[in-house]
């Protein structure tokens, strides 16, 4: 089972061919926190650009300079090791005890900011992460430009394929544990299962363009408003609800699998099953293990889409909301090579 070869282009197989990550600052990544820091309080925030580091070997080396557990430095999320990245970590401190943060070596990182809080940073507490990317030696510099205006109405929003490690490990390690085997070390069994929720997301979405419904309301389809987490659950599909949808005001979602009733119904849920009922071993895992069911949105909205060409050079500037992937936007845009990946491991 291989993790993201086969799925499905929203706008078929891009012609445009380029290199991505060459170095480091080909990929550039800055988070934008969804809320403003308080300045007082009793945790830090530091704001740290990092340079070919992943963001748990960070909090590792913050974790051993202020003397506390690893499990005690907090992050909105993880951000890629081949890229400049900006973005914030997060501890309890001592509103009168001193920390020389200054005189601080941390490896390939600077620390831009600190600042105070009343309360710690959580998973997800971002407003959307911005990217600049450099993609070199395009091929058909004209295409890529009349792709991007497509792409401005949506991509698929496929789990990238750094949710399943290299060749697909993480998902093979959740077919083993559920199989039976044992994986003791609590984050990699997180990984493990976080890859098969995120396998069988991405079947759905990838099977909903095969039918020719991406872009349609069906009845009994779960929308989620844009911008927002709230879904609601639509009986039967119509005009109103379809010109919602062309506008980006609603998206479709599919199941992120686990315990809990099916939101879905009628046709949404005829396709849905279909596709859970080629997975039953995964989606049984995931139920197994009590993770709770969830929705997530199908259509990506990339904000601020822009692209400025430097002779055989694109940069190309967008944001999306948390938990969504640079690599699914640029996949729809050209066909890259990822040089990041060439002998090495990532994140």
Not at 75 to 98: M, N, S
Not at 114 to 120: A, G, I, L, S, T
């Amino acid at each position: 089972m291989s993790s993201n070869a086969g799925l499905n282009y929203l706008y078929g197989p891009p012609a445009c061919q380029a290199k991505l990550r060459s170095q480091a600052e080909d990929f550039i990544v800055d988070e934008q926190l969804n809320f403003i820091p308080s300045g007082s309080g009793e945790h830090l925030l530091l704001h740290i650009e990092k340079r070919g580091q992943n963001t748990q070997f960070v909090a590792k080396q913050l974790a051993t300079l202020t003397g506390l557990r690893v499990r005690d430095i907090s992050y909105a999320g993880l951000k890629d090791r081949h890229a400049v990245t900006r973005q914030w970590f997060c501890f309890k401190w001592p509103i009168k005890q001193e920390l020389a943060w200054q005189d601080w070596q941390l490896e390939g990182c600077t620390i831009l900011n600190v600042q105070r809080h009343y309360r710690k940073l959580r998973l997800g507490a971002l407003k959307a992460n911005q990217f600049q990317i450099r993609l070199r030696d395009l091929t058909d510099s004209a295409g890529l430009l009349q792709r991007a205006e497509q792409v401005k109405a949506g991509v698929p929003n496929y789990y990238g394929e750094q949710r399943f490690g290299i060749g697909g490990g993480n998902l093979q390690l959740a077919q083993q544990l559920f199989a039976g085997s044992s994986i003791t070390d609590r984050k990699l069994r997180g990984l493990a299962l976080s890859a098969a929720r995120s396998y069988v997301f991405n079947q759905q979405v990838t099977a909903r363009i095969a039918n020719g419904q991406f872009s349609t309301v069906l009845d009994g389809d779960v929308l989620q408003l844009d911008g927002s987490g709230s879904v609601f659950r639509v009986a039967a599909a119509d005009a109103a609800l379809q010109q919602r949808l062309d506008a980006a005001d609603v998206h479709p979602t599919a199941v992120l699998p686990g315990i809990g009733e099916p939101m879905v119904s009628g046709a949404a849920a005829g396709l849905e099953q279909q596709v859970l009922a080629g997975h039953a071993q995964l989606v049984q895992g995931l139920i197994d293990y009590r993770l709770r069911s969830e929705r997530r949105a199908i259509r990506l909205m990339p904000q601020h889409l822009s692209i400025q060409l430097q002779q055989q050079d694109a940069i190309i500037s967008f944001a999306l909301p948390a938990g969504c992937f640079a690599t699914s936007v640029l996949r729809e845009l050209v066909q890259y090579h990822d040089a990041s990946r060439d002998g090495t491991v990532l994140e």
